[in-house]
């Protein structure tokens, strides 16, 4: 996988231009006038309070929702004249691998090639060496022949983002990946992004929280109410986050724990971020 990114000069567009970008869902404002560039080869986090708009970023900088007003570049072209999603590497947020299909784990992540194949044409050595590749990555080699149904949601959510591994691309959008993930998978994934990281790769994460990630993350932009309201450096947890011992209740719940997603609460002030300069 060494040799899927190359160093990039100064000259090149970032990976993610949004200059003013405004969304509304049936006429009410979700995004707010945001603009950031996300440059190539930078790992960056959007986090911020439930329903500020950090999935709908995730979904306007990716052409899945339209603009209301503003514009969104991506690799230096305005979106609807960008052809190359083949470079893009999109996790969406909860998990949808498998469904009711009774696919296996090497299946789901091969599906992430079709896209990038050419019309009618089979898996090549190198497609299949990939998606090989994809599981080593994700730690998930030896449950490759598997039901993914039979996975934990945590292993799940890997296989996603070894089914965006397997595309070969070198931007990564991730919507909420550690959502519902245990402790454990969240630290087998941190080291994937760390990878990626090392690799040159672009990624941009909705977190709730960075975790494991912290050490990863090279600039978060926290959302509030649409806008941005911090930009630079990883905020340091606040409240009930803060206290030592204190286990997150997240707001996503794993959806293959019923028992889980009975008990927990989703309490939408349990995420304090304190962003530097406000109360
Ligand atoms: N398809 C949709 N149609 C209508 N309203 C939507 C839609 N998607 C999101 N919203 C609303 O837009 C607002 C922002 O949602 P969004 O999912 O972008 O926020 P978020 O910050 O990612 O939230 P969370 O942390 O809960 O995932 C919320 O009030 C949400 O209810």
């Known amino acids: 996988m060494s040799a899927q990114f190359t160093d990039v000069g100064s000259d090149v567009p970032p990976a993610f231009r949004t200059v003013g970008a405004h ?16 440059p190539v080869g930078q790992t960056m986090a959007v986090l911020g309070p439930n329903g500020s708009g950090k999935s709908t970023l995730m979904r306007a900088m990716l052409g899945i929702v ?3 007003s503003g514009q969104v570049l991506v690799h230096g072209v305005p979106l609807r004249r960008f052809r190359s999603w083949r470079r893009i590497g999109y996790v969406p947020q909860r998990l949808t691998a498998g469904g009711a299909v009774p696919a296996t784990v090497r299946e789901i992540v091969a599906s992430g090639q079709v896209a990038a194949r050419r019309r009618l044409s089979f898996a090549t050595r190198a ?7 994809a599981l080593e990555t994700v730690g998930l080699a030896d449950r490759a022949r598997d039901s993914v149904r039979e996975l934990s949601g945590g292993q799940q959510q890997r296989v996603l983002i070894a ?3 397997a595309g070969r691309p070198d931007t990564f959008v991730m919507d909420e990946p550690m959502a519902g993930v245990d402790a454990e998978n969240q630290r087998a994934l941190a080291g994937t992004i760390a990878r990626l990281r090392d690799l040159g790769a672009t990624v941009v994460l909705v977190l709730h929280e960075l975790g494991p990630l912290e050490d990863v993350i090279e600039r978060a932009v926290v959302l509030e109410s649409g806008r941005v309201a911090h930009d630079g450096s990883a905020p340091e947890p ?9 286990e997150h209740q997240h707001p996503h719940p794993d959806p293959n724990d019923p028992a889980r ?5 989703a309490p939408a ?5 304190e962003v530097p300069g406000r109360d």
């Open 261 to 265: 997603a009975a008990t927990e609460t």
């Open 66 to 68: 339209p603009l209301t």
């Open 238 to 246: 606040t409240g009930e986050c803060a206290r030592p011992g204190h």
């Open 23 to 38: 969304v509304a869902y049936d006429g009410v404002p979700v995004l707010d006038g945001v603009s950031i560039d996300i």
């Open 127 to 133: 497609d299949r060496a990939a998606v090989e590749e």
């Open 269 to 273: 002030n349990l995420i304090r971020l």
């Open 163 to 165: 089914r965006a591994l």
